[in-house]
């Protein structure tokens, strides 16, 4: 039967995670009302994640799953399940079973209800550490005020977008994908689930601090232009503070002249400071300039190696 309802689950390595994930989406799957499909993307997972997959697809036919070729990062095998499902609606959640499954059930409900968008907000973070809560925090609230869209701050990718705004996402050619502003880029009725994020269930944690970085680096790019605006207001304010030391300077030559900051100390900070500024405006154009590089070689987004379960209705 053709799926009404689309699971997106991208994964990388997981395969202790992987048995109790399906468990659950399982039992999930049995409790809802119309045909359910989970579509599972291997991220070029190097451990035995695909074997499971394919014993998982030989015990339940409602169980796809995708092969990408090599790894190429979990918002762009998002992508590819975005691409590949076939339901009324898609729910993405993580494999490491953080995005309770549980949830699922609540997050239809507000679809039923009129929405197209339905993301979980997170209340709290369970077994987090006090930095990764921090920085989380602010760059949540940085990146509202910084992005020319309302993105929702504590919401992760977790969450339930309609067909509509499927095939949306799926017609936007950028490669500099960040689902979470996508999603409120595109519009539509739109609302939130608060849930309790739990612990990872087993296995070593996948999104390190640089992957993290470079996620919101690509958020903040992709949707403000506040950062090129700010290196001009950066190099004013510089030029304003190289005019007010070039005077005082002189004022010292003149009026104070054993003073001994108008020697080499003050020349060397002032070409330090300079420096600085150039060097700062000189990296935030270059991560513009890098996402118009991956924009213009116009490769395709993934490839894939093995695509099993999408039979035609």
């Not at 309790?196 to 296995?203: E, L, N, P, Y």
């Amino acid at each position: 039967m053709q799926p009404i309802y689309s699971l997106i689950v991208p994964l990388y390595n997981e395969q202790d995670t992987l048995p109790e994930l399906v468990r659950r989406l399982t039992d999930v799957m049995n409790s809802l009302d119309e045909p359910t499909e989970l579509v599972l993307i291997n991220d070029g997972s190097k451990d035995q994640s695909l074997m499971l997959l394919r014993s998982f697809h030989q015990q339940d036919d409602r169980i796809c799953y995708i092969n990408l070729a090599r790894n190429f990062g979990h918002q762009i095998a998002v992508t590819a399940g975005l691409n590949f499902v076939r339901g009324d609606m898609a729910i993405i959640l993580d494999a490491d079973l953080q995005d309770p499954p549980e949830l699922i059930p609540e997050l239809i409900k507000q679809w039923r209800s009129g929405f197209q968008v339905v993301y979980a907000q997170r209340t709290k973070r369970i077994e987090e550490s006090w930095g990764k809560r921090f920085l989380a925090y602010w760059f949540y609230r940085v990146l509202r005020k910084l992005a020319d869209i309302d993105i929702p701050t504590d919401t992760g990718d977790f969450c339930l977008i309609d067909r509509s705004v499927i095939d949306i996402l799926n017609s936007m050619p950028e490669r500099t994908r960040y689902l979470r502003g996508l999603r409120s880029w595109v519009g539509f009725n739109q609302t939130a689930v608060p849930f309790s994020r739990d612990s990872r269930f087993a296995g070593e944690v996948k999104y390190t601090f640089r992957k993290s970085f470079k996620l919101a680096m690509n958020g903040i790019v992709s949707f403000s232009q506040v950062p090129l605006r700010l290196s001009t207001y950066v190099g004013l304010f510089a030029a304003i503070v190289s005019l007010f030391m070039a005077l005082l300077i002189l004022y010292w030559r003149i009026f104070v002249p054993h003073s001994p900051l108008t020697g080499f100390t003050m020349i060397l900070v002032a070409v330090f400071f300079l420096g600085a500024v150039q060097l700062v405006c000189i990296g935030i154009l270059g991560e513009y300039i890098g996402c118009i590089y991956e924009e213009v070689k116009g490769r395709p987004l993934y490839t894939v190696s093995e695509i099993v379960g999408f039979k035609k209705s």
